[in-house]
């Protein structure tokens, strides 16, 4: 597609139950990455795929936290047993690589628990 | 540890003039800088960016600088609009860090009509 897609655009779980988080990047684009973004802060880096190099996970915040990249396209981000702190919006973004910039994002997911 | 930061949480500047939203880095090894707009319920959006063996660069209405002797990156905007509200985003990338894209805490700029 023309841009970064992911869905579902908004999520409501209850506390403890799995989710699952999708990310179509732009075609050709050799990297992706899943940031999550709370209210009002920042970005905070959660994994980072580049080729078929082994993912940088030193983001994610915890081992409910998973994230893989099948046939270097579409990319799933799991959440187990969920918890009121993972409450964010969920982006993910893809691009060539390195400084060949094009950092395109998603409009990320809205993830409520409750 | 490493880190991407801006001086100022919040910006409020009036329609028509310029605004200057400053950002502070550590990591003396990137040598990329990207600075992004992130307008609400969307995922931020590519504005300019610099490498670092630049030290200034132009686009439409905005400008980007880069200081690499104290770390210090801006991003100006020239003539603001209301459409210019949003939040902005400085980022770096450190080529020894298999170029990953890190991000700073971003800066809400607000234009008064």
């Known amino acids: 597609g023309a841009g970064v897609s992911q869905s579902p655009s908004n999520k409501v779980t209850e506390k403890g139950k799995d989710v699952e988080l999708r990310c179509d990047p732009i075609?050709?684009?050799?990297?992706l990455y899943w940031y999550r973004q709370s209210l009002g802060q920042g970005l905070e880096f959660l994994i980072y795929?580049?080729?078929?190099?082994?993912?940088?996970k030193s983001g994610l915040p915890s081992d409910r936290f998973s994230a893989e990249r099948t046939g270097g396209s579409v990319s799933t981000l799991t959440i187990q047993r969920t918890q009121q702190e993972d409450s964010a919006v969920y982006l993910c973004?893809?691009?060539?690589?390195?400084?060949?910039?094009?950092?395109?994002f998603g409009s990320g997911t809205r993830l409520t628990v409750v | 540890g490493e880190s991407v930061g801006l001086h100022l949480p919040t910006l409020s500047v009036q329609e028509g003039d310029n605004s200057i939203i400053n950002c502070a880095y550590s990591?003396?090894?990137?040598?990329?800088f990207i600075w992004y707009k992130q307008e609400s319920g969307k995922g931020p959006q590519f504005i300019i960016d610099?490498?670092?063996?630049?030290d200034k660069r132009q686009g439409q209405r905005v400008t980007v600088l880069l200081n690499k002797t104290v770390k210090h990156l801006s991003l100006q905007i020239a003539a603001t609009q209301p459409g210019d509200s949003a939040v902005y985003f400085c980022?770096?990338?450190?080529?020894?860090?298999?170029?990953?894209?890190?991000f700073g805490k971003g800066i809400t700029l607000s234009v008064r009509p």
């Open positions: 610099i490498r670092s063996n630049m």
């Open positions: 075609s050709g684009h050799t990297a």
């Open positions: 980022a770096e990338i450190d080529p020894g860090a298999n170029s990953k894209l890190t």
């Open positions: 990591n003396s090894a990137s040598d990329y």
């Open positions: 973004a893809s691009s060539l690589g390195g400084e060949f910039g094009g950092y395109t």
């Open positions: 795929f580049q080729g078929n190099s082994a993912p940088d």
